[in-house]
């Protein structure tokens, strides 16, 4: 019996030596995860920050535009007739009133010699009209009859004049001339296409801005733009609203003017355009991953003697990447932007700061 009563309280003294080996190890093991057991000697969490310092915020809109020659029209003729002398060349520049195009106008010019000598025959029976009215030898009634024939011969002739002053084609303003669809001797009618004129010494670029911002358009407002496979960033000046917003679109179309003295804009091509609504200073601007939303507001976390303070903030414009903080920052604070959701106030902290793009 003795032996048996030993042999049971072997086992049980090894039961309890196991399970307090287990308790050890495993109290051991959760001490060496937290650091050693102390509160205070937790390790630092690696995060990243930005130093913030206040600094003039543009509030900005990027819009897709396209540009346009300031003045543009298609030549045509206003007579038909056959082409009979073509006094351009494709790509020339020519200037305002210059003759481009010459019609044949042979048979105009044979009825203008006849309508002048019927006028003048008018005219010299209006002459005899009036001095028989003067000695009562013919009434009121026929001197108005020759008067009337001579006003009406009169406005044939200036009829005729004005077909032949068409034949002759001149360009509305300065500019560069396009191809040439036609050759001497071509038969030319009003729905013929002669060649274009541009004018592009200015372009004007043509965009729309969603009608939430319609109020903040003001006409010589600065916008800025670039064209694609040019990195080059162009000024240009709003000088024309629509008086409406569309209301297919939602959007309030306007354009702006900007030189182009050296050609390199193309009429036609698409413009990337930058629009400034508003300008903000001593602004803070910070990732918008920095913000966390809270129950009574938003809060960012800031580095201050290696541990993470939280501080609540107001924040104002936001960007695709950055928003502006009205309160809350100061001068040279470094706002943690990496593993905020995780931290806790006094938490410590090891700061990267990254460089404010």
């Known amino acids: ?37 102390g509160k205070g000697n937790k390790p630092p969490m690696s995060v990243s920050g930005v130093v913030v310092n206040p600094g003039e915020f543009n509030n900005t809109l990027s819009l897709s535009g396209s540009i346009e020659a300031n003045e543009q029209v298609q030549i045509t003729s206003e007579v038909s007739g056959i082409a009979q002398n073509i006094y351009f060349k494709e790509g020339q520049t020519v200037q305002k009133g210059e003759v481009l195009l010459k019609i044949n106008d042979i048979e105009l010019r044979a009825q203008g010699g006849a309508t002048k000598t019927r006028q003048n025959l008018a ?71 002669i060649t274009t004129l541009v004018n592009s010494s200015d372009v004007k670029i043509t965009f729309s801005v969603p009608e939430k911002y319609a109020s903040q358009m003001k006409v010589n407002s600065k916008i800025t733009f670039t064209v694609a496979g040019d990195s080059v960033k162009h000024s240009a000046t709003i000088y024309a609203l629509e008086p409406a917003v569309e209301a297919a679109t939602r959007t309030l179309r306007m354009r702006a003017l900007a030189p182009n003295a050296n050609g390199k804009l193309l009429p036609g091509t698409f413009a990337n355009v930058i629009l400034t609504l508003d300008k903000t200073a001593n602004a803070y601007v910070v990732p918008t991953e920095a913000i966390v939303p809270v129950q009574n507001g938003k809060k ?58």
């Open 123 to 193: 005219s010299e029976n209006e002459r005899r009209a009036k001095l028989l009215l003067e000695k009562e030898a013919i009434s009121q009634e026929e001197y108005d009859i020759a008067s009337a024939d001579f006003k009406t011969a009169q406005a044939q002739t200036q009829l005729l004049n004005a077909q032949i002053a068409k034949t002759s084609i001149r360009a509305p303003f300065s500019g560069t001339i396009g191809l040439r669809n036609i050759s001497p001797g071509t038969y030319v009618t009003p729905q013929t296409l």
């Open 1 to 37: 019996m003795k032996v048996k009563y030993i042999v049971y309280t072997l086992i049980i003294v090894g039961i309890g030596a196991l399970v307090y080996y287990r308790i050890s190890e495993n109290k051991k093991q959760k001490e060496e995860m937290s650091g050693g057991g």
């Open 300 to 357: 960012v976390f800031i580095s201050q003697n290696g541990k993470a303070k939280e501080v609540m903030v107001e924040t104002g414009t936001r960007t695709d990447k950055d928003i502006v903080v009205l309160t809350g920052l100061k001068p040279g604070d470094t706002v943690l932007t990496t593993g905020v959701l995780t931290l806790k106030n006094d938490s410590p902290v090891k700061v990267s700061v990254t460089p404010k793009k």
